[in-house]
């Protein structure tokens, strides 16, 4: 990997790890997200914690901060299609592993739906319908949020997009899932909270 494509994936990373739901729960004065609800930064637990209007800033946010990273860092790589893959799979791990939050952070999906919208932007549409209907159906949102985000890589393989941005979205949707290992074992459970529940207190 040459210099300039790891200094684009330091910056995507680094924007990427801008905490947006966690400065948005301070500014409505719910002081440190994590201590509430499910314990992470997303919009999710902002929905259940402070509201409709923090939780719509929140996702807005992660969105804007994922493409912003991929279009800032991609311009530092300069390496084409695999410069911004690169750097979208940094910018979701940066959402995730947060260096202004000790390395915590939210799961990904809302910043990886800006970062993916850049490299495979067809590919999001019916992943986009897959969430609608799973969270509709069920009120789950992280089942629709893991099954929306493995099919994103395999709409890209099949819409014909270039080999780095499908292998993006699939580091994107192996995060995602890593992310979701406890609500995994909730949903398996039957004890996953849905929309409209207060939220399960374990990260």
């Known amino acids: 990997m040459s210099p300039a494509v790891l200094l684009g994936a330091l910056v995507a990373y680094v924007i990427g790890a801008v905490p947006i739901g966690f400065l948005i729960a ?7 997200i994590r201590r509430h609800g499910s314990g992470t ?20 946010g992660d969105v804007v901060k994922g493409a912003a990273a ?8 300069d390496a084409g299609v695999t410069g911004a893959a690169v750097c979208a799979v940094a910018a979701v791990a940066g959402n995730c592993w947060s260096v202004f939050l000790r390395f915590r952070g939210g799961k990904g999906v ?3 739906l800006g970062a993916l919208l850049l490299l495979v932007k067809l590919a999001i549409v019916p992943a986009a319908i897959v969430f609608l209907v799973v969270v509709l159906t069920t009120r ?18 099949a819409l014909g997009y ?10 994107v949707a192996g995060i995602v899932v890593l992310r979701h ?16 529940q207060k939220a399960n207190s374990t990260p």
């Not at 301070?26 to 440190?32: E, K, L, P, V």
């Not at 930064?41 to 807005?60: C, D, Q, S």
């Not at 789950?140 to 099919?151: E, F, H, P, R």
């Open 26 to 32: 301070r500014a409505f004065g719910i002081g440190d």
């Open 41 to 60: 930064i997303g919009m999710t637990n902002v929905l259940r914690t402070a509201g409709k209007l923090p939780a719509v800033l929140t996702l807005a």
């Open 140 to 157: 789950y949102v992280s089942l629709g949020s893991l099954l929306a985000s493995i099919g994103v890589p395999l709409a890209a393989l």
């Open 110 to 112: 809302a910043t990886g």
């Open 181 to 196: 290992h406890a609500n995994i074992t909730r949903l398996l459970g039957g004890t996953e909270s849905r929309i409209g």
């Open 162 to 171: 270039p080999w780095p941005a499908v292998l993006a979205a699939a580091a």
């Open 70 to 77: 991929v279009v800032v860092g991609a311009s530092l790589a």
